[in-house]
């Protein structure tokens, strides 16, 4: 049938009730003015109804089949669209109505209370929208931690960048003199190491920021701007271009203004006084290659003598929170910040972490072209740490082990070419790798043959840059958009030792299932387990007490801090209560 033919049979559209009410009030019309009396009870009487199904079905089908008025106001649909977030743009769509998600979400845009209100919404479109993306998280806020947020914010407002208070401070810095801490005192966290690192390692300064009364900066090297929308409303995070200390993005484990050299060549006594006159500034070597000396940065007397120095200077690529928590002055303010222990980044990070629009704009045309529709999202995160460029069979057999073992993929049949059920579900696999390899023979294994309870899987992979290239603004951009796509997954697979892995499991909220690093190529038994907690690990962290001065396991210091699942020298968080 051809379009003009499609034309000719299609139904004439039926009248609005306001063009009924015009023909009836027209003098031609056999009941003259009476018909617009006539007619506008039954049209009131339509458009009670009409909310009324709306509240009852929360925006689904009904909204969509009839329940819409022209010349309806967007903003007063949309919640308002004032400063505060108003939801005024189109959002994801729910898979079986096709309609926007329900007013719960839009009301919960500031994530429980998690994020301020005030924002300018147009500068950061994900802000105040990735609720319509997110499912609700189950792990409460305390209302300490609300409190703390809302008193660092005033602080980076008062002594951020371009206020009296910093350009006051900065005056004191380059002078170099003996200066005291203030009211206003500085983290700078310095760029350093992959994206995943990156906002692991911001994640724990601004922690250690809120601690310690802190501003926290960061270096805006490597796109941080680019990626990452400003955090603290009315100020800017970012450490200006003309900071003083122009070599500070050089500073490594040898550098005479580390604390760690400091303390080796005694230059700090142990009542916390210099040998000479006090620095302005001290450097914290938080990174993997730090020696003893450094590490006694998670010791009481260091942080004692640390709160005298206006400026601290933190490279780090480790997620250092979890000996946070061994450090006695700060235990029961973490405490009452986090009562459930293993939701440190979970909150922060959705605190912090909001895609600039570019970003989020990589992150929803993605979702809501291959996403959206599926009954269950299941995301497959593979990191490989070889030398040599995959695909590996190994690697490939174990991912299979790994979903067919726990049922997150169904198996094939290869005797049928055809199953049928009479109840199809929808499945869609999110697999985000560097190399295109696994993606393309899974998801060849599931077009070639059916599946046994007749499931409909589809298999997407946004990107394979092929090598990793944290240099590159767009590689770190898709980068950033995958681990954001990977969070928002019903389900989760996740490669062992990978900080990519790690953020996308916090921002989610969800216990995923853990591939064990292989060993000499062969796939591990039993290829994965559930984590125990959310929360990422500790690489690199200190195993020293600090009362005793000797070494032992920091991993069986308090019931809350364990080893890794997938680093047995590694610390990460753990709620005892679900143990």
Not at 297 to 324: A, G, M, T
Not at 370 to 398: N, S
Request: aromatic letters at 10%; one cysteine or more.
């Amino acid at each position: 049938m051809d379009i003009k033919e499609r034309i000719r049979r299609s139904p004439p559209p039926m009248p609005t009730p306001q063009a009924v009410g015009e023909a009836a009030s027209a003098p031609g019309h056999p009941h003259g003015r009476k018909g617009r009396v006539a007619v506008l009870p039954l049209s009131i009487a339509a458009l009670v109804a009409c909310g009324v199904m709306l509240l009852l079905l929360a925006g689904g089908s009904a909204a969509r089949r009839g329940c819409q008025f022209s010349g309806a106001d967007r903003t007063t649909l949309s919640g308002g669209g004032d400063d505060r977030g108003g939801l005024d743009q189109a959002g994801p769509r729910d898979g079986e109505h096709g309609t926007m998600l329900s007013s719960k979400v839009q009301r919960d845009r500031l994530i429980g209370g998690l994020l301020a209100p005030g924002f300018d919404k147009h500068s950061c479109i994900s802000r105040y929208r990735s609720a319509l993306y997110r499912k609700e998280s189950p792990h409460l806020i305390s209302t300490y931690l609300l409190e703390r947020l809302r008193e660092h914010e005033v602080l980076q407002k008062k002594c951020g960048p371009n206020t009296e208070s910093y350009k006051k401070a900065i005056e004191q810095l380059k002078s170099g003199q003996d200066i005291m801490a203030g009211d206003c005192n500085y983290l700078v966290w310095v760029s350093y190491s992959g994206l995943g690192n990156r906002i692991l390692t911001i994640a724990s300064a601004f922690l250690y920021a809120i601690l310690t009364n802190r501003v926290l900066l960061v270096d805006g090297d490597k796109g941080t701007a680019d990626l990452f929308c400003e955090p603290f409303p009315e100020t800017s995070w970012l450490l200006p271009p003309d900071f003083p200390i122009v070599q500070f993005k050089n500073f490594s484990i040898g550098s005479p203004e580390s604390y760690g050299n400091m303390v080796k060549a005694e230059a700090i006594h142990s009542d916390g006084s210099f040998k000479g006159p006090k620095p302005a500034f001290l450097y914290l070597h938080l990174a993997h290659d730090y020696d003893d000396y450094d590490k006694l940065f998670f010791c009481e007397h260091s942080q004692q003598h640390l709160q005298k120095i206006p400026w601290l200077i933190l490279r780090s690529d480790n997620y250092f929170v979890p000996s946070l928590f061994l450090i006695p002055s700060y235990q029961e303010e973490l405490t009452r910040l986090f009562p459930q222990k293993d939701v440190v980044f979970h909150h922060l990070g959705r605190y912090l972490f909001h895609p600039t629009n570019v970003v989020w704009g990589l992150i929803t045309r993605y979702y809501d072209s291959y996403l959206a529709r599926a009954d269950e999202k299941l995301g497959i995160q593979i990191r490989v740490f070889d030398t040599e460029t995959g695909p590996f069979q190994h690697v490939l057999d174990q991912v299979l082990d790994c979903t067919l073992k726990e049922k997150l993929l169904p198996e094939i049949n290869a005797q049928q070419p055809i199953i049928s059920t009479g109840n199809i579900r929808s499945k869609v696999v999110l697999i985000t790798s560097l190399n295109s390899g696994y993606y393309e023979r899974i998801r060849n294994m599931y077009w070639e043959h059916p599946t046994e309870n007749g499931e409909i899987i589809s298999f997407h992979q946004p990107s394979h840059e092929e090598h990793q290239d944290s240099d590159k603004k767009m590689h770190n951009m898709k980068a950033w958009a995958e681990i954001y796509l990977l969070s928002l997954s019903d389900v989760m697979v996740t490669s062992a030792w990978s900080t990519f892995g790690y953020v996308a499991q916090g921002l989610s909220g969800s216990k995923t299932w853990l591939m064990f690093k292989p060993e000499n190529r062969t796939v591990p038994n039993p290829p994965c387990r559930q984590v125990m907690s959310i929360e990422p690990c500790f690489h690199a962290p200190p195993f020293y007490d600090c009362k005793t001065r000797r070494g032992t396991d920091t991993g069986k210091l308090v019931p809350h801090v364990r080893h890794c699942e997938d680093m047995s020298w590694g610390l990460k968080l753990v709620d005892t209560g679900e143990l």
